[in-house]
């Protein structure tokens, strides 16, 4: 599976952002599929996740404002990022993992497929 992110760029805080990630290859309806984020100056952390049965899960920060999706049709995950705040300020990732496990991680080595990144910018 190659992963292509989009939808990142410089936005005011309160403001809205749509992240896509384009899935090549036949195996991503049975992915799990996640978005990290990787701030500057910091480690790489999980943002979401969403499996291939449709469990979502949310890291704390973003639960309320955010929203992972997935379009198993067109082989795309999508993250919605509502109400944006200076701390989200990172570069976005997505990921998938196609190792058959039913439920998505919160753990980067259970992801074998990256994409590229995407950044975010959110101004106070």
């Known amino acids: 599976v190659q992963l292509q992110a989009s939808g990142g760029g410089l936005v005011q805080a309160g403001d809205s952002l749509r992240l896509s990630c384009v899935a090549s290859g036949r195996t991503f309806s049975s992915s799990n599929m996640g978005w990290f984020r990787q701030p500057p100056a910091k480690e790489r952390e999980s943002v979401a996740g969403i499996g291939r049965y449709g469990v979502t899960f949310y890291t704390d920060a973003v639960k309320g404002r955010f929203t992972i999706s997935r379009d198993n049709a067109k082989n795309t995950v999508i993250l919605q990022m509502n109400s944006l705040k200076p701390e989200d300020t990172a570069v976005y990732y997505c990921?998938?993992?196609?190792?058959?496990?039913?439920?998505?991680?919160?753990?980067?080595?259970?992801?074998?497929?990256w994409g590229q990144g995407t950044q975010v910018t959110v101004s106070s």
């Open positions: 990921a998938a993992d196609s190792s058959g496990h039913p439920h998505p991680s919160r753990t980067e080595s259970s992801y074998d497929n």
